[in-house]
């Protein structure tokens, strides 16, 4: 029983690099969750349960897009999103990670759990925007154009669906750059790059995913 288990842990250990998408990645501590840090060039963080054999599941079910907002620090020029900001953010999230899921090659998109269902967490925490008023130049009628930075971190997390358990994680964050107007006291900010962004990183979640269950 002890040397099937081994040879389970060196199994999941070998997978890694290509669920993290990079070569060569190295195992570090493990967590009171169960979880081994798993270091990669292309990841901020990245953990996995390394007793787990991935390959014997057949389905994935998406949980609902998560976003986290930070509270606004007026001191380093951050201002809130405007709520149709938030529903695009949303909206751009939940799209990229439908159209890339609905056609993965050893993965059935399922809606309800299952002993063979992994479920995937979608979140979107710590978003903040600010302004950098040197960037500013008149456009008339007081009102200012500004470089407009944000900032977004997205975890990925992944569970058995049926047991809850937590089997991996994954954690980057990003920059996005914008314009923004300042008048009357308000930003109004426009942000190039959100769709593109979240595309991204939800090709690259399928990719790593299928590659982990390609051992089947």
């Given amino acids: 029983m002890n ?5 389970t842990t060196v199994m999941a250990l070998a997978l890694t690099p290509f669920f993290w998408g990079a070569a060569g990645a190295q195992v570090g501590s493990t967590n009171y969750e169960g979880l081994t840090e798993v270091r990669v060039q292309s ?31 007026r001191s380093a020029q951050q201002f809130p999103l405007s709520d149709e900001q938030k529903d695009r953010l949303h909206a751009a ?4 990670f439908l159209s ?3 056609n993965m090659r050893n993965l059935e998109l399922v809606t309800a759990p299952g002993r063979d269902v992994l479920r995937l967490s979608i979140r979107l925490q710590d978003i903040t925007a600010a302004v950098s008023t040197r960037s500013g130049s008149n456009v008339g009628r007081a009102a200012m154009a500004l470089k407009a ?17 937590i089997l991996a ?4 964050t990003k920059v996005v750059e914008g314009a923004a107007i300042a008048q009357d006291g308000a ?11 979240c ?5 690259t979640a399928r990719m790593r995913l299928e590659s982990l269950l390609g051992a089947r």
């Fill in 3 to 7: 040397q099937m288990r081994r040879n």
């Fill in 43 to 73: 990841l901020d963080y990245a953990q996995m349960r390394t007793s787990v054999v991935f390959s014997v599941y057949t389905g994935v079910m998406l949980g609902n897009v998560e976003l986290a907002f930070r509270t606004p620090d």
């Fill in 93 to 96: 999230l939940t799209s990229a």
């Fill in 100 to 102: 890339e899921f609905v």
């Fill in 149 to 165: 930075v944000g900032e977004v971190t997205l975890v990925l997390e992944l569970f058995d669906s049926q047991t809850g358990e």
């Fill in 169 to 172: 994680r994954a954690v980057d």
């Fill in 187 to 197: 930003v109004i900010s426009k942000w190039d790059g959100i769709e593109r962004l």
């Fill in 199 to 203: 595309a991204r990183w939800a090709s």
